[in-house]
């Protein structure tokens, strides 16, 4: 069992920057493929960015690239998603996950929800106008 502990969220004016955290268990994570998605009211859960086990091969959603970068820490078994010149529609419940299974990741493999085994909770992210 996995467990995953999102933090940093919370309200901020657009064109700032915001970090969030997510935190696992495991005492093999550098070898988890993670994720970071988002959920705004009344749509469907999207990706935003992945980073892979070997070498830390990143992937971005086209609407977060260029402001967003997705890293790790694997000896305090962390992730990172640094979000920069935040807008208004960047507002949403964001998701830490995990892909257990040690594969390197290809671009474009990691879009979708079911290649991940194990979610956290979300943290709120509202951006001002």
């Known amino acids: 069992q996995v467990q995953l502990v999102e933090s940093g969220g919370g309200l901020v004016q657009a064109g700032t920057s915001l970090r969030l955290s997510c935190t696992a268990s495991?005492?093999?994570?550098?070898?988890?493929?993670m994720g970071w998605f988002r959920q705004a009211p009344g749509k469907e859960r999207e990706f935003v960015a992945a980073?892979?086990?070997?070498?830390?091969?990143?992937d971005y959603a086209d609407s977060v690239r260029g402001r967003a970068t997705i890293s790790r820490d694997n000896a305090n078994n962390k992730v990172y998603l640094q979000m920069n010149s935040l807008k208004p529609e960047d507002t949403a419940v964001y998701y830490c996950?995990?892909?257990?299974?040690?594969?390197?990741?290809?671009?474009?493999?990691?879009?979708?929800?079911?290649?991940?085994?194990?979610w956290g909770q979300g943290t709120q992210v509202t951006v001002s106008s």
């Open positions: 996950a995990a892909d257990i299974n040690p594969r390197p990741l290809v671009k474009g493999a990691y879009i979708l929800p079911h290649r991940y085994d194990y």
């Open positions: 980073i892979g086990w070997i070498g830390g091969t990143t």
């Open positions: 495991g005492r093999t994570f550098s070898m988890y493929t």
